[in-house]
């Protein structure tokens, strides 16, 4: 248990469906992430928030949009998604500190597949 | 950020020890070195942490020679269930204050019965 929780586990839609992916960080962190890890692909950082402070958008289409509306929740909204999206989204969270390099803790994924 | 290159798999055996290489030649002063575990269907795992020499936790050790240009991640006594894939990472801390991590493909290790 890393203190990082991801609902839903596992999610089916269309591709003309609209859904939300959530996650919730229960250990204090300031900083949080998602990341994309494809089949047989490394993980690919999506989105950062750090202070609830979006600070990088790592060319992610527009079907993807994130949301922070505090610094324990990190939202993904997926609309039009494509086949290719299928993946497993990971959320990450840290705490950004002044000096040094902050560990990220990951929470277990969702298991995306769009039909 | 450093690029870091390691082997694609590796197999071993339960209660061996087993030794991870990772190459990151382009490694800047101020790079740590951090490594992870991955199991199927899992968010990745810190495991360990360091900037040279030797770092020892309960779950491994991590050796760094002096020129930085690499890293062992050391396994001692593997089981069955540190059948995972590896990550060796080079990351900078950003003056947006945050980590970015780059994750490469890892290493694969099986540990057979």
């Known amino acids: 248990e890393t203190g990082v929780t991801q609902t839903p586990r596992h999610l089916v839609m269309g591709m003309t469906n609209k859904k939300s992916l959530k996650c919730e960080q229960h250990?204090?962190?300031?900083?949080m992430y998602w990341y994309k890890q494809s089949a047989k692909k490394p993980l690919e950082l999506m989105f950062v928030?750090?202070?609830?402070?979006?600070?990088e958008n790592n060319s992610v289409p527009s079907r993807f949009s994130p949301e922070c509306p505090n610094s324990s929740h990190l939202f993904l909204h997926l609309h039009t998604l494509q086949p290719e999206d299928s993946a497993l989204y990971l959320c990450?969270?840290?705490?950004?500190?002044?000096?040094?390099?902050?560990?990220?803790?990951f929470g277990p994924g969702t298991r995306l597949l769009v039909l | 950020l450093a690029k870091t290159t390691q082997p694609i798999s590796m197999d071993s055996y339960e209660g061996q020890e087993v030794n991870i290489t990772c190459s990151h030649n382009n490694i800047a002063t101020n790079d740590y070195i951090t490594w992870y575990q991955q199991f199927p269907s899992q968010g990745p795992r810190f495991i360990i942490q360091?900037?040279?020499t030797k770092v020892t936790n309960e779950v491994a050790s991590l050796f760094i020679p002096a020129d930085r240009k690499s890293s062992t991640l050391s396994l001692p006594r593997v089981s069955l269930s540190d059948t995972a894939v590896y990550y060796c990472l080079v990351g900078v801390r950003f003056s947006g204050g945050y980590n970015k991590l780059i994750f490469g493909a890892g290493t694969r290790l099986a540990v057979h019965p």
């Open positions: 928030y750090s202070l609830e402070e979006r600070v």
């Open positions: 360091g900037y040279k």
């Open positions: 990450a969270s840290s705490q950004v500190t002044a000096g040094g390099l902050e560990t990220q803790y």
């Open positions: 250990l204090g962190h300031n900083a």
